[in-house]
């Protein structure tokens, strides 16, 4: 079973209007989460992360919420734009520092349509 | 900086053939790491360096094999390669402080 799942897998919506990716987790001990967003062809980039105690996170229009006690996040986008269209990826880090517990989620494929 | 630098950016191999994919990162980070993604799947770590002179296995090792040859450099090497190995690679290093992953741009892999 994924430790990270992602949902939905992909969405299409019109330029302008918001949208919410989830991701759920069950990596434990957790030490922080993160999402990414990666153009067509490029690598992923950092878009905010979370430390077990923090709720929620801003980058201008990008919301990142955190439930700990569900393991659950979200990112939200507000007024999309053509630009909003990638795939955004959630990324999980267990507490200890080995790589191996830095588990990435397969991604949402976001569509923004004008 | 340039941050996290791979060659080359596209590959076509035949089955059998060798090569070895370049990264090189000027952020003085400690820890690199070599991720390869396929459709419908989450990066997979194939192998990672903590530090210059340590390798260890990730999650998908087999067939590669790894050289970190200073703090700056990590190559990935496919002694021979198979179709399964076709696949986007991506390189990563991570900063000490937040554990920050930086990406470079990928190797789009074909092998026929």
């Known amino acids: 079973k994924n430790q990270v799942e992602q949902s939905p897998q992909s969405l299409i919506i019109l330029e302008g209007k918001n949208c919410t990716l989830q991701c759920n987790y069950t990596v434990s001990p957790f030490s922080n989460l993160r999402w990414y967003k990666q153009d067509t062809g490029r690598g992923p980039v950092s878009l905010t992360i979370m430390t077990f105690s923090e709720n929620t996170k801003s980058n201008g229009r990008y919301t990142a919420t955190l439930d700990a006690d569900t393991k659950q996040s979200s990112l939200h986008i507000t007024a999309s734009q053509l630009s909003d269209s990638a795939s955004y990826i959630c990324?999980?880090?267990?507490?200890?520092?080995?790589?191996?517990?830095?588990?990435f989620g397969s991604g949402t494929r976001l569509s923004i349509r004008p | 900086n340039a941050g996290v630098t791979q060659t080359p950016k596209f590959q076509v191999l035949k089955t059998g053939q060798s090569m070895t994919l370049q990264c090189a990162q000027d952020m003085n980070h400690n820890s690199m790491y070599w991720y390869r993604q396929d459709p419908g799947m989450g990066l997979r770590l194939i192998y990672y360096?903590?530090?210059?002179?340590?390798?260890d296995k990730g999650e998908v090792p087999n067939g590669y094999n790894v050289s970190r040859l200073n703090k700056r450099e990590f190559s990935l090497r496919l002694e021979s390669a198979a179709p399964s190995q076709t696949s986007v690679y991506f390189c990563?290093?991570?900063?000490?402080?937040?554990?920050?992953?930086?990406f470079g741009p990928g190797t789009r892999l074909t092998v026929t």
């Open positions: 360096s903590a530090s210059e002179g340590t390798t």
């Open positions: 990563a290093s991570i900063s000490r402080d937040q554990g920050e992953q930086y």
């Open positions: 990324v999980v880090r267990g507490l200890y520092s080995s790589a191996s517990k830095i588990i």
